[in-house]
């Protein structure tokens, strides 16, 4: 099974943008108050930079699994050390977005339903998508993604009118107390285009890795700057700092003349939900790859049993306090997985030399 | 049985007890739409919220047509209901006692409160409506000189509705009548930019003849989330053209050729400006707006073009006196709602941080040039 390059595009794209999308403008005013696109911007770059090293070794390495390419890089044993930083990254996730997932709903669409249900069909719509392999995640994805987009364009342009241009002059620019949660916000926000490593080896025109990650990184770095600005620009760095979704801010200080529908922070919160499914789907999916890769396990019963597992985690009265405690430092772990690993396998691709090797995949032809 | 029929019945097994309804669910029939809230306070100290709701059957059956407030009369659509409490909250969960209906949030329109409520502080007022997710940022929000609740018991014309009533009459900007719109998110980013105060537009309800009517009265100075004065209809004027966002609307003069004469004009286009010149400590603002002024009526025999720039030096005297006043009103309050600390604090922010803008704001001096620019056509002469 191959997916194309535009397949391959959207899948990395909504892997990488999840929670974050509401509360980026926020990370950004933490880190640097009035320039609270900057940080974004650089880290964007910076993102973008390492995966496109990334790709480049990926291309040079032919389509060989994680697995393999791993090993032949780092050796037998050492070479397990990415697939399990991959897997410990992915299972830390799904509670984590399962918990922030029921901290918003529980707040705005549904108020009474208890946790154990929203995130158990959550879980249960991502784990039942993800057991349908890579090909049907990327169709469905594909149709959501376009969606997804015009609905944050709409909302972006009936929201200009409302930008106070003073609010983006640079005032105020100094390094904040909050930096360090911030930085680790706007890094968690980036995090998924190391999925790069697992999606390669199913793409059809492997030539195209490197305009794929460009493209990868630099859509969501759009669309983040795009919402900061206008959140900066609507509400002012100061009225951001006390808000905890900025971005849905934006929708609800917007009115779109003549039309049908009133509330459009619900759009926000719709695409919200979207951008957090996509994510789950994408770590569920790549926790599952890593130990197919290893154990010789039927794919649903692995795949319903993170899902299960997750749930579990996620409904546990002490997940949302251990993830709000440890959220900085977990956020900051990113920094290692977005753009330290890429930097380590792009050095250590000078001394190791392509071989010739058999291929595994998840969910296809060769498992 | 094969597995496709077991799978069949398992998928609307699952629909059915997934889609069949809600966790939690309210009925919409169940539920009161709040359009619009009052909030006083009573003798005791206590926080008395007034909801003013609509109630469905009698709107489907067509009631309360031709006009008619809330207040809750057998043939009224709408009634309002009131409950008391120690905080906002407390007083709002209240209400649930005194109405069949639960009450909603998603449709509020306007939040009026009284002088008493405001000069204590709005805080915890804004606090409730910006916790509630429901409550849009584009809510009205309206001061009252006595009673906030009896803005909800006046009555007008064709429109019982009077959320609706007060929503439009404040989009319909109309600088006679010193209109300008504050609403909660504009609220909420005023209080909290630095060197930016917030007016609300001040309302009583006039009793006329047995009637309770609305009437706009001025504004409410807000500093630091209370109220610390007014401004009055004249100076609510100028505050509406120099920072209220009113670029739109008619305006009368009189006074440039005989005694009698008057012309109303309507405004196609105003651009106000503020600049600012910082010295030191000593802070200079100059205030500019260029109008483009189309004739709606003239009263006198003929609009001779000898006339026009009479006509533009009244305008220009008429909007730089009502300026002037407002921004007299705002320095005497030290309270800057024409929002010249916010100037300072983002395109001069070196010098921001080395001013006392509360000692300051009151010695700014202001220079303000009204540049009207009139076409004497109108659209059939």
């Known amino acids: 099974m191959k997916i194309t390059s535009h397949q391959a595009l959207v899948l990395l794209v909504s892997f990488i943008i999840g929670g974050g999308f509401l509360s980026i403008p926020g990370a950004g005013v933490k880190v640097i108050k009035g320039a609270a696109w900057a940080p974004i911007l650089l880290l964007g770059v910076a993102n973008l930079i390492s995966l496109y090293l990334l790709a480049g070794v990926l291309q040079k390495f032919g389509g060989r699994s994680l697995t393999e390419f791993s090993e032949m890089l780092f050796g037998r044993l050492l070479g397990k050390i990415i697939p399990l930083i991959l897997l410990l990254f992915s299972l830390l996730v799904i509670p984590l977005s399962l918990s922030v997932l029921h901290d918003l709903t529980s707040n705005t669409l549904l108020l009474a339903t208890p946790k154990w249900f929203v995130a158990g069909t959550f879980v249960f719509a991502a784990v039942y998508l993800v057991d349908k392999g890579l090909g049907v995640i990327a169709r469905v994805l594909e149709l959501l993604f376009p969606v997804g987009l015009l609905a944050v364009a709409t909302v972006l342009f009936a929201a200009r009118t409302n930008i106070y241009w003073l609010h983006l002059y640079p005032a105020d620019i100094s390094i904040q107390k909050t930096a360090v949660e911030g930085l680790a916000d706007i890094s968690f926000s980036y995090a998924g285009g190391i999925y790069l490593l697992i999606l390669f080896p199913y793409l059809q025109r492997q030539e195209n890795a490197k305009r794929i990650s460009v493209w990868a990184i630099l859509l969501p770095m759009i669309i983040y700057l795009a919402v900061t600005i206008a959140a900066v620009g609507i509400l002012g760095a100061n009225e951001i700092e006390r808000l905890t979704w900025p971005s849905l801010e934006i929708a609800k200080a917007t009115d779109i003349e003549a039309a049908f529908i009133h509330r459009l922070d619900i759009i926000f919160v719709v695409l919200w939900l979207i951008a957090l499914f996509t994510t789950a789907v994408g770590v569920i999916f790549v926790a599952a790859y890593v130990i197919l890769s290893w154990f010789n396990i039927n794919q649903s019963y692995v795949t319903y049993g993170i899902g299960v597992a997750a749930l579990i985690a996620a409904v546990l009265p002490n997940t949302s306090k251990f993830m709000q405690q440890y959220s900085t430092t977990f956020g900051l772990a990113t920094y290692f997985m977005s753009l330290g690993l890429p930097l380590i396998i792009w050095v250590a691709s000078f001394w190791r030399q392509p071989q010739q090797q058999k291929q595994r995949h998840y969910g296809g032809e060769q498992q | ?381």
């Not at chain 2, 709606?296 to 300026?323: H, I, M, N, Y």
């Not at chain 2, 407002?326 to 309270?335: D, G, I, K, T, V």
């Not at chain 2, 929002?339 to 700014?364: C, E, M, N």
Request: glycine share 10%.
């Open chain 2, 1 to 381: 049985m094969n597995r496709l029929f077991i799978k069949t019945i398992l998928a609307g097994l699952l629909v059915t007890v997934l889609l069949s309804g809600c966790w939690g669910k309210q009925e919409i029939d169940e539920r009161a739409y709040v359009l619009a809230m009052a909030i006083d306070t009573t003798d005791e100290g206590e926080i008395e919220v007034t909801a003013f709701m609509p109630i469905p059957e009698k709107l489907a059956e067509g009631g309360g047509s031709g006009g008619g407030g809330g207040g809750g009369g057998d043939d009224q659509p709408y009634f309002t209901v009131s409950g008391k409490g120690v905080t906002v909250a407390h007083a709002y969960s209240n209400l649930r006692y005194k109405s069949k209906y639960l009450p909603y949030l998603g449709h509020l329109g306007v939040v009026i409160f009284s002088e008493s409520v405001a000069s204590q502080g709005l805080g915890e007022l804004v606090d409730v409506l910006e916790r509630n997710f429901k409550v849009n940022r584009n809510v009205l929000l309206l001061a009252a000189e006595d009673q906030a609740k009896d803005l909800l018991e006046v009555e007008v014309s064709a429109e019982p509705n009077l959320a609706d009533y007060y929503r439009r009459f404040f989009e319909d900007e109309n600088l006679d009548d010193a209109k300008f719109r504050t609403d909660l998110g504009l609220y909420l980013v005023q209080q909290a930019d630095p060197g930016q105060e917030s007016a609300l537009p001040l309302l009583r309800a006039k009793e006329e003849e047995g009637k309770k009517t609305p009437e706009l009265v001025g504004a409410a100075v807000i500093k630091d989330g209370k109220q610390v004065g007014r401004l009055s209809f004249h100076e609510s004027r100028g505050y509406a053209l120099a920072a209220g966002g009113t670029t739109r609307g008619v305006i009368t003069v009189t006074g440039f050729g005989e005694s009698d004469e008057f012309i109303t004009l309507e405004i196609g286009r105003a651009k106000p400006e503020f600049t600012v010149e910082i010295k030191g400590d000593q802070v200079k603002a100059h205030f500019s707006i260029e109008l483009a002024l189309v004739t709606r009526e003239f009263t006198g025999e003929k609009l001779s073009e000898d006339l026009v720039p009479k006509v533009e030096a009244a305008v220009s005297r008429r909007l730089k006196k009502d300026f002037e006043a407002a921004f007299a009103r705002a320095q005497s309050l030290n309270a800057d709602i024409l929002g010249i600390g916010r100037l300072v604090y983002y395109k001069h922010h070196t010098a921001w941080s080395k001013l006392q803008w509360d000692q300051v704001f009151p010695a700014v001096s202001i220079e303000v040039s009204v540049q009207p620019q009139l076409n004497p056509l109108g659209v059939t002469k």
